[in-house]
């Protein structure tokens, strides 16, 4: 039997926080930009046939585990799953003070 993956669904915050991203690099180097973003999309649709693949995100407080967290190229990806969705939360860079939420 088949199962069907999750769909990813990227929140309005996590596609301007990569834009951001993005930009950031691409002053220096556009070609290191585009590899960054494409590895970081990748991460998340590694998570797309068993979404509890990453470990449980520490900085969610009361997390039912369904919050889970990345980290590729210094970036922090949070994502949550449920419904069938996952649904990417934030990036943020792993030298920034992290945030409870």
């Keep these: ?5 999750y769909e990813v669904v990227w ?3 996590s596609q ?6 993005f930009k950031h690099i691409s002053k220096d180097s556009p070609k290191n930009a585009s590899k960054v973003i494409q590895e970081i999309a990748e ?4 998570a797309v046939p068993n ?3 990453y470990g ?4 969610k407080t009361d997390n039912d585990c369904s919050y ?3 980290e590729r190229h210094h970036y922090r990806v949070s994502y949550r799953f449920s419904k069938g ?3 990417v939360l934030r990036v943020r860079h792993t030298s920034m003070e992290p945030l409870k939420y």
């Design 16 to 21: 301007k926080q990569m834009r951001q991203v």
């Design 1 to 5: 039997m088949v199962e069907k993956g």
């Design 56 to 59: 449980p995100d520490k900085y």
């Design 43 to 46: 991460a998340v649709l590694k």
């Design 68 to 70: 889970r967290a990345l």
């Design 11 to 13: 929140t309005k915050r």
């Design 85 to 87: 969705i996952i649904r």
């Design 51 to 53: 979404p509890e693949i």
